[in-house]
């Protein structure tokens, strides 16, 4: 795999790993019912995430990667598309079963 597919892949999974992190911060610190701050919380987590992973990956891939531009960019989509389905899937598991 070339190093764009192997982060477009990483970000994928860290986009279910972080739906289950903010999940399961918005189900037991940030108050049980989601409302619009448990939200707004949920998404300045993700963003978070996404921001130290990526100085984290600019360091592992810098030397693979043409465009440096690349690194920031690249599973941006499906970073937040898989977080945000596996964050309503894994609240509501946690709704249900907790």
């Known amino acids: 795999m070339t190093p764009i597919v192997q982060l477009y892949w990483l970000r994928a999974l860290l986009g279910i790993v972080t739906g289950s992190i903010t999940a399961a911060l918005a189900h037991f610190v940030f ?3 989601i409302g619009f701050t448990s939200l ?9 995430i ?3 992973t990526y100085y ?13 531009s690349k690194i ?6 499906i970073y937040f598309f ?5 964050l ?8 249900i079963y907790l």
């Open 88 to 95: 309503v899937i894994f609240y509501t598991a946690m709704q």
């Open 40 to 48: 707004i919380n949920c998404i300045s987590v993700a963003i978070l």
């Open 82 to 86: 898989a977080w945000i389905a596996f």
């Open 72 to 77: 920031l960019s690249t599973g941006i989509g």
């Open 56 to 68: 984290i990956l600019r360091g592992v891939f810098k030397s693979k990667v043409e465009q440096q």
């Open 50 to 52: 996404y921001l130290i």
């Open 31 to 33: 108050g049980g019912a």
